[in-house]
């Protein structure tokens, strides 16, 4: 049904900026709800007997965390049960319940995660995830048209890819499946003869950039203030689930100067962001600031940082372009550039043109 978890966010932003978290789980999993029941209706309409679970009844069980719930056990003994009696059982994706029997929902991408929790609980060897593109490419073909496909990718750099902001398959997803040792085949539904199957991989064997990825609609916040202040920070967004990376700690180069932190927040699953930063700025005063209208880019790879040549020389292009970069993160298999949101865009296509080759 498309775009319909977006609706269903506008029509509560239409009666409030900021409503509270556990109303938008109980309203937006009501997206998958009536998929799956008017699926069923479908399949029972050429004579295929079928039952639709939500995923309270299907076992999946998640933490309290709302709008962005961890699943914590999945209990599959009502699937196990419908299958056994020769029904086709088909489970609202993106939703689970908590140990407190509220509904939640496990954020942008969790069909993903439910269909791999399911497998796993389950015992299956694979796991078949069909959207409408043909598995992973090496970035986003909307960007750029001649982004190479891939045909196979190990766990490890799909979860980098992911939590840098390819929106194939959640991070998440991909961690059930590596838990419990199961390949992903990402497929198209419409088109067939092409896949990405994700899986594990002998070390070493794909090397180099394999893949550029984008993130937007990132701010960064920074503070300058003491421990404790840092601590009641972290606190405060944690209870309102707010998540975080990029966290770096700057100690004062000299006594009686504040020391600082720095982090970034990705609004896409943030519901009243203009309410929690005037909290913020009411608090900290002029000791707290925010980056606004920026982006990421990643550059993904087995051995990327071995040395710094693929970070020298993507920052180089960078700079011939002009394009300012606000900051720079790197982990084993990922470096991460933070850079105005405008350039996004730009700076795909410009990494992806001279890496394209080692892909």
């Known amino acids: 049904m498309g775009k319909t978890t ?6 509560a932003q239409n009666i409030s900026q900021n409503p509270p978290k556990r109303e938008m789980d109980m309203l937006l999993s009501t997206g998958e709800r009536i998929t799956m029941s008017l699926l069923c209706i479908a399949l029972s309409n050429i004579g295929i007997d079928a039952v639709s679970l939500t995923g309270s009844q299907a076992g999946i069980i998640t933490n309290d965390r709302h709008n962005d719930a961890k699943v914590i056990e999945v209990r599959p003994f009502r699937v196990q049960d419908e299958i056994a009696s020769g029904k086709v059982v088909v489970v609202g994706g993106f939703q689970g319940v908590s140990y407190k029997k509220d509904v939640t929902t496990l954020g942008r991408g969790g069909s ?58 959640n991070a998440e997803a991909v961690q059930f499946a590596k838990e419990a040792n199961i390949a992903i085949y990402a497929r198209s539904t419409f088109v067939q003869g092409r896949e990405t199957i994700v899986r594990k991989l002998a070390p070493g064997q794909i090397q180099g950039v394999k893949a550029v990825v984008y993130e937007k609609d990132l701010v960064r916040v920074i503070l300058h203030a003491n421990s404790e202040s840092f601590g009641w920070l972290i606190l405060r967004l944690k209870e309102l689930h707010v998540p975080i990376k990029e966290l770096n ?111």
């Open 6 to 11: 977006n609706q269903l966010i506008e029509m």
């Open 112 to 169: 993903d995660t439910s269909a791999v929790a399911l497998a796993a609980a389950l015992d299956a060897e694979r796991c078949e995830i069909y959207s409408d593109i043909d598995g992973v490419y090496s970035t986003d073909p909307a960007v750029v048209k001649d982004a190479k496909h891939l045909p196979e990718i190990s766990y490890q750099l799909m979860q980098e890819m992911a939590q840098a902001g390819a929106k194939v398959l």
């Open 249 to 359: 700690f700057m100690k004062a180069c000299s006594a009686g100067n504040p020391n600082s932190i720095s982090f970034v927040v990705s609004l896409k699953n943030i519901y009243g962001w203009d309410s929690l930063k005037a909290e913020l700025e009411k608090r900290f005063g002029d000791n707290i600031s925010f980056q606004l209208h920026l982006g990421a880019v990643s550059l993904i790879g087995d051995g990327i940082n071995e040395d710094n040549f693929v970070l020298s020389e993507t920052m180089s292009l960078m700079q011939k372009e002009n394009i300012e970069i606000d900051g720079v993160t790197t982990t084993s298999f990922r470096i991460s550039f933070l850079i105005p949101l405008e350039n996004v865009d730009n700076c795909v296509r410009l990494a992806h043109a001279r890496w394209k080759e080692y892909i």
